[in-house]
């Protein structure tokens, strides 16, 4: 069972920093990933981290903005996000890729945990 946490509310240009843990998977053996749903719109890709570190891929709207990173040690991934706008507030969620090429894919994620809440004040 995943569970994202984290979430709050931040003015525009603030920082908020996601943590996906994990009961029951040890995710160092995944490849994790975030993806976003924002009110109206369809689950979009954020960012993921491959099971080896060596690996990050971002969405293109990201623009450097977020960094994903693991901490194995406490079973944890983590999803730092600096420049936040508006059109970031959405419901994040973190899930287990099947395998690293699927990453992006919805449609194909093992499990997904669940979300917490961003909301970005203008």
């Known amino acids: 069972q995943l569970q994202a946490s984290g979430g709050g509310l931040v003015q525009a240009g603030g920082s908020l920093k996601l943590s996906c843990t994990a009961s029951g998977h040890t995710l160092s053996t995944y490849s994790v990933g975030w993806f976003r749903q924002r009110a109206g719109k369809g689950r979009e890709f954020v960012a993921a981290?491959?099971?080896?570190?060596?690996?990050?891929t971002y969405g293109n709207f990201v623009r450097g903005r977020f960094t994903i990173f693991r901490d194995n040690a406490n079973n944890m991934v983590w999803l730092q996000m600096n420049s936040l706008n508006p059109e970031d507030t959405a419901v994040y969620y973190c899930?287990?890729?099947?395998?690293?090429?699927?990453?992006?894919?919805?449609?194909?994620?093992?499990?997904w945990g669940q979300g917490t809440l961003v909301t970005v004040s203008s």
């Open positions: 899930t287990v890729a099947p395998e690293w090429r699927l990453v992006k894919v919805s449609s194909r994620q093992r499990y």
């Open positions: 981290i491959d099971e080896t570190d060596a690996l990050t």
